[in-house]
């Protein structure tokens, strides 16, 4: 089983209503301990990656996912506008002229973009950040590789380690970006980040795995 064109497509189409819908719910999140915009500026994005979905139909995964790392780059505001922007481009980098991926290029294109992310925001596990979601999420996705899962398999294990990670920044001090500034007193909330994370990596399994 292989994730084609048509199936990128549908994943970007299904998490662009997901934003819409879980938007207030983020920001809501963001505001407990940063500016109380991320779900917000995410919805502007993607809402923009939308009026561009039908110009992308007809361009292979490389393409398609670097303008919408482009596109995310130049609406999103925030912290989270540069960081997956960089998850999107790097991901299109390692899927250049591909008009599908295998599970193995899969696993390499998310190892990029999540190493990307990584480098652009600094960031550590444990900083309760999105990489406290990506970083288990793409260990999750190699080892079920490397254990030879179906792609299925793999797919909803990845999710499941993203969601995992997710709720176990509810306990952590933030140490990057806006919440580090309150101290302990970001213990106690959910990260924005690492949930949009998850609900990206989650809408995926769903839509790839079904």
């Not at 084609?4 to 970007?12: C, G």
């Given at each position: 089983?292989?994730?084609?064109?048509?199936?990128?497509?549908?994943?970007?189409?299904?998490?662009?209503?997901?934003?819409?819908?879980?938007?207030?719910?983020?920001?809501?999140?963001?505001?407990?301990?940063g500016d109380a915009d991320h779900g917000i500026n995410m919805n502007r994005g993607f809402q923009a990656v939308m009026k561009k979905v039908d110009e992308l139909s007809t361009q292979n995964i490389g393409a398609i996912l670097k303008t919408?790392?482009?596109?995310?780059?130049?609406?999103?505001?925030?912290?989270?506008?540069?960081?997956?922007?960089?998850?999107?481009?790097?991901?299109?980098?390692?899927?250049?002229?591909?008009?599908?991926?295998?599970l193995a290029e899969w696993v390499t294109a998310l190892d990029a973009a999540v190493n990307g992310v990584q480098m652009r925001g600094k960031a550590e596990l444990g900083d309760k950040t999105m990489i406290d979601a990506l970083v288990p999420a793409i260990q999750a996705l190699q080892t079920a590789q490397e254990n030879g899962a179906s792609l299925q398999e793999a797919l909803q294990q990845c999710a499941h380690a993203a969601e995992e990670g997710m709720k176990a920044t509810i306990p952590l001090v933030a140490r990057k970006g806006r919440a580090s500034y309150l101290g302990e007193r970001s213990a106690g909330h959910q990260d924005p980040g690492a949930t949009s994370s998850y609900y990206l990596l989650q809408t995926a399994a769903d839509i790839w795995g079904s």
């Amino acid at each position: 089983m292989k994730i084609h064109r048509d199936d990128i497509l549908a994943w970007l189409k299904a998490y662009a209503n997901l934003i819409a819908e879980k938007k207030e719910f983020l920001t809501d999140l963001d505001a407990a301990i940063g500016d109380a915009d991320h779900g917000i500026n995410m919805n502007r994005g993607f809402q923009a990656v939308m009026k561009k979905v039908d110009e992308l139909s007809t361009q292979n995964i490389g393409a398609i996912l670097k303008t919408v790392g482009m596109t995310l780059l130049s609406t999103v505001g925030g912290a989270g506008g540069p960081l997956y922007a960089t998850f999107f481009l790097q991901a299109g980098m390692k899927t250049t002229g591909k008009m599908e991926l295998t599970l193995a290029e899969w696993v390499t294109a998310l190892d990029a973009a999540v190493n990307g992310v990584q480098m652009r925001g600094k960031a550590e596990l444990g900083d309760k950040t999105m990489i406290d979601a990506l970083v288990p999420a793409i260990q999750a996705l190699q080892t079920a590789q490397e254990n030879g899962a179906s792609l299925q398999e793999a797919l909803q294990q990845c999710a499941h380690a993203a969601e995992e990670g997710m709720k176990a920044t509810i306990p952590l001090v933030a140490r990057k970006g806006r919440a580090s500034y309150l101290g302990e007193r970001s213990a106690g909330h959910q990260d924005p980040g690492a949930t949009s994370s998850y609900y990206l990596l989650q809408t995926a399994a769903d839509i790839w795995g079904s």
